[in-house]
């Protein structure tokens, strides 16, 4: 079984529409992350959070929201999509340590936004 | 800020040969450096990363990266690509409180 899930794997919708992408994780890890990749830009970091009550802006966050229901799920959600956010959406996760632990991905959202 | 270049779009080689994917960083102090791996269909996988200490690091599948001070570098090599190696390779840099910073992403295609 995969560790960190996301659903649904692939969304088409229209503008203007709310979405949210669901993201979970049976790690154990606190932190969890959602990125966007878009073609010839890389991973871009929308939203993270460090533990169920602790929530930052990424780089891109703006038309973005999210929500850490609990320490397993967090949820990224778009109130009004517009096309430019369609893209590849990743959730990752990560431990609390000393050094700087390596993230681990879902297998991705692949979101249309006509 | 921290950023990540990595120059080469789109590489193309053929099976058996070496292979060489570049990465160039810039940060102030010494980064965290890892090399991801993007199959087809599939969320990234961590193919290595350096810490600290030898600069050499191996990693999965028979790749190893590089970590040159002087040059800003930590380019990933392998000595013989297999056909499974043809994939999206994405070099990131981080810091101890930063957050990862990904580069554009190397398109690997292995010829038969």
């Known amino acids: 079984d995969a560790d960190v899930t996301q659903t649904p794997r692939n969304r088409i919708t229209k503008t203007g529409k709310r979405i949210m992408l669901e993201c979970s994780q049976t790690?154990?890890?606190?932190?969890m992350y959602w990125y966007r990749q878009d073609p010839g830009l890389g991973l871009r970091l929308i939203y993270y959070s460090f533990d169920v009550k602790d929530i930052n802006k990424g780089e891109i966050s703006d038309g973005y929201s999210v929500s850490r229901q609990a320490q397993a799920k967090f949820s990224l959600s778009l109130e009004s999509a517009i096309p430019n956010q369609t893209a590849l959406y990743f959730c990752a996760t990560s431990e609390v340590g000393q050094t700087y632990n390596e993230q681990f991905f879902g297998p991705g959202t692949r979101l249309t936004v006509l | 800020a921290q950023s990540v270049t990595q120059p080469d779009i789109h590489i193309t080689v053929s099976e058996g040969a070496s292979l060489e994917l570049r990465c160039n960083y810039s940060?102030?102090?010494?980064?965290?450096l890892f090399w991801y791996v993007q199959s087809p269909g599939q969320g990234l996988q961590l193919l290595l990363k350096?810490?600290?200490?030898?600069?050499l690091v191996q990693g999965i599948k028979g790749f190893e990266a590089e970590f040159k001070r002087s040059q800003s570098s930590f380019n990933l090599r392998k000595p013989s690509v297999h056909w499974s190696d043809a994939a999206e390779y994405f070099c990131?840099?981080?810091?101890?409180?930063?957050?990862?910073?990904f580069g554009s992403g190397t398109q690997l295609t292995v010829l038969p």
């Open positions: 350096y810490f600290s200490g030898d600069t």
């Open positions: 790690k154990g890890h606190d932190r």
């Open positions: 940060y102030g102090a010494t980064p965290y």
């Open positions: 990131a840099v981080g810091a101890f409180g930063r957050q990862l910073t």
